[in-house]
Every structure is written in structure tokens, then in C-alpha cells.
């Protein structure tokens, strides 16, 4: 079976849980240490920093727009986190991130994401992402263009390492919707894997 366990993960079967909660309570510590004193902002800023970049980098397709967006998510948290109170810090992030790449939309005019736009380097994928570029050598922003905007959307929070929870609270959604926008954008994933696979093995015969 193709991938299995990461479209279960993008159907929401796996991983949709709360954080554990050891982690929670670390991140916790964190952000309350932060919110003392901004010097110890540095652990967050490295635990997300990458998760951030990737996001705001399959939403804008380029380099220097995805660094530009990641620098203004981490200066606008650092200076509005005397007014988080409580829930998911990750979720909280990535609305500021959201709302970053939006307004880069408007000033920058950026109407949709290249399909052409190569994967950004990194050290290695995530489970997801190598569902995502899968067999068939087809690159994530091709198989991300293959999904309306809002099952894009959600894959991308998924793969920023959100849980259904969070993507909600993000994207203003119940719960409810964003688990169907999983599923039915892991069974368009699916397909056009499939699709994609037999005819890479059409032209290697």
C-alpha cells in the first residue's frame, strides 16, 4: 500500500492528537521564560524557525520572499507575546504566519504559487514530505497544485507539523471541516500518486 501511514497521518487517523505532555510542558516553560525576559526567546525561535520558513515558502514559491515572511512572523511574535495567555503557542504562531503571508500577498501581488518553484533545500524530509514527493519523483509544489486552496492550505499547516486542533484554530474552521478537508485532500493525493507512479513505470519499460 502506497505511503499508507502518512495519508492516514493527513486524514487525521494518526498524530491528531494533544501534544504529549511532557512536550506541552516543556513548551510551556519556554514561552513563559520568554515572555520574562526576550532573551530567552532563542529556543523558540529554533524549534519553529524551520517549520515557519517551509510554510511561508510553499505558500509564496520564493527564497527571499519565504525569509522576508519569516523574519516579520518571529519579530511579531516576540513583541505580541506579552499577550499570549494560554493554548497552543504553534497554533498561535502560525496565525501570525498566516496573516504575514497574506499581507505579503496584497503588497507583492503574488496571485498563487508557482507550480515550478523547486523544494526548498533541507536537511531531510519529514515523513510527510516524503509521501509527498513519493515515488514517482513528482515535487511537492506539483502535487500541492493538484489540491483546491483550502485542502492546500491545511496539507501545509500539516506538514508545518500542526494537528487538526491547531489547523482549526488557524484557519478559523471547526474542527469537523478541517478533518474533512484532510481527508478528502489525502484521497486527491492518493490518486494522483497513483496516476503518477504507473506512468513512471510506463516509461521505464
Keep these: 500500500m502506497l505511503w499508507s501511514r502518512e495519508l492516514n497521518i493527513l486524514r487525521g487517523h494518526s498524530g491528531d492528537g494533544?501534544?504529549?505532555r511532557e512536550a506541552a510542558a516543556e513548551e510551556?516553560?519556554?514561552v513563559e521564560r520568554a515572555r520574562r525576559d526576550p532573551r530567552a526567546f532563542a529556543p523558540l525561535y529554533v524549534r519553529y524557525a524551520d517549520p515557519?520558513?517551509?510554510?511561508?515558502?510553499?505558500?509564496l514559491g520564493e527564497p527571499e520572499a519565504a525569509e522576508d515572511a519569516t523574519s516579520q512572523v518571529f519579530l511579531k511574535a516576540l513583541a505580541a507575546l506579552p499577550e499570549y495567555r494560554s493554548g497552543?503557542?504553534?497554533a498561535w504562531l502560525f496565525t501570525i504566519a498566516r496573516n504575514v503571508v497574506i499581507d505579503l500577498y496584497r503588497?507583492?501581488?503574488?496571485?498563487r504559487l508557482p507550480e515550478t518553484a523547486p523544494d526548498p533545500i533541507d536537511p531531510g524530509p519529514t515523513p510527510e514530505e516524503v509521501?509527498?514527493?513519493?515515488e514517482s519523483h513528482l515535487g511537492v509544489q506539483a502535487l500541492l497544485a493538484a489540491l483546491?486552496?483550502?485542502q492546500r492550505e491545511v496539507?501545509?499547516?500539516r506538514l508545518a507539523g500542526l494537528n487538526g486542533a491547531e489547523i482549526a484554530q488557524v484557519l478559523g474552521r471547526s474542527h469537523g471541516s478541517v478533518r474533512a478537508l484532510q481527508y478528502r485532500a489525502a484521497q486527491r493525493l492518493r490518486d494522483v500518486l497513483a496516476h503518477g507512479t504507473q506512468r513512471g513505470g510506463a516509461q521505464c519499460d
Design 155 to 157: 496539507v501545509e499547516l
Design 131 to 134: 509521501m509527498l514527493r513519493a
Design 107 to 111: 503588497e507583492r501581488r503574488i496571485e
Design 28 to 30: 510551556e516553560a519556554l
Design 18 to 20: 494533544v501534544a504529549p
Design 148 to 150: 483546491s486552496p483550502e
Design 52 to 59: 515557519v520558513y517551509r510554510f511561508c515558502y510553499r505558500r
Design 88 to 90: 497552543s503557542f504553534r
